[in-house]
């Protein structure tokens, strides 16, 4: 296939990893509000949702990946640039384009935020349990050091 026969398919892809990604930022704030809520049920359903999402979110993603690829371009933001400046005119898609990338860093920003929440939230029920249970404190199994570490500090993996 050729540029103009994929600008079409482009459009698309990115219209829906937009309409994606603008569900995901709102699926990442309900998953923020159940972190801070008592219903792990809640907290579970939106965990579902958002997967689901990303999911859907991953074939768009792809999609657009492969046309650049056919094309001999880079993957990634600098590829979809390069391929919008060259096959479409100035305004026609810079609006959504420039939408995507600010809701892409806006949606990982949440998306650590709501994992340092789950990250103090698991520390506190391990406090709470060994306030309990009389038993000292276990660090963590995953630390967040360069690889696995069991209670004892000892590696047990590395990436």
């Known amino acids: ?11 698309a892809t990115l219209e829906a990893s937009l309409a994606e990604l603008e569900r995901l930022s709102e699926i990442l704030k309900a998953e923020r509000k159940a972190l801070l809520g008592p219903d792990v049920s809640a907290l579970e359903q939106v965990v579902l949702e958002k997967n689901r999402c990303l999911e859907t979110l991953e074939h768009s993603v792809k999609a657009r990946e492969q046309m650049l690829a056919q094309l001999g371009l880079p993957g990634g933001l600098g590829g979809a640039e390069q391929f919008l400046s060259a096959h479409f005119s100035r305004d026609e898609l810079l609006v959504q384009w420039k939408r995507l990338v600010e809701l892409s860093r806006e949606v990982a920003e949440l998306n650590v935020h709501n994992g340092k929440l789950a990250m103090a939230s698991e520390r506190r029920a391990r406090e709470a349990l060994s306030i309990l249970t009389g038993r000292p404190l276990i660090p963590e199994t995953y630390s967040a050091k360069r690889g696995l570490t069991n209670s004892t500090g000892i590696t047990l993996g590395r990436c």
């Not at 296939?1 to 459009?11: C, H, I, N, S, V």
């Open 1 to 11: 296939m050729d540029a103009t026969t994929l600008k079409g398919p482009f459009r």
